[in-house]
Nanobody
């Protein structure tokens, strides 16, 4: 069994910064893609950023230049540094990981962490 545990959400003023982290634990042989998604009420979950095991990244256009995704393979952890935050970044942020648990890859999700950007 694999669990993803997120931390770091909260309330921040517009223009501020916030960092998220997500640690995977359990029966893990290796992890492929890791990423962050976000969702607001009434909307579909959307990709924010993702990163391959070797560090190749891609970002949603709306966060390019403001957010940075990184990972520590030794710790099975992915990070999201969010700078110059805007009210429209307010959402529940979910981490995602493609985990090889020994019988192939399976996508796992974290429980979500609320990020609120407001003055």
């Amino acid at each position: 069994q694999v669990q993803l545990v997120e931390s770091g959400g909260g309330l921040v003023q517009p223009g501020g910064s916030l960092g998220l982290s997500c640690a995977a634990s359990g029966s893990i042989f290796s992890i492929g893609l890791m990423g962050w998604y976000r969702q607001t009420p009434g909307k579909e979950r959307e990709l924010v950023a993702r990163i391959s095991r070797v560090g190749t990244t891609n970002y949603a256009d709306s966060v390019k230049g403001r957010f940075t995704i990184s990972r520590d393979n030794a710790k099975n952890t992915v990070y999201l540094q969010m700078n110059s935050l805007k009210p429209e970044d307010t959402a529940v942020y979910y981490c995602n990981a493609d985990v090889n648990y020994g019988l192939g890859y399976h996508a796992y999700w974290g429980q979500g962490t609320q990020v609120t950007v407001s003055s």
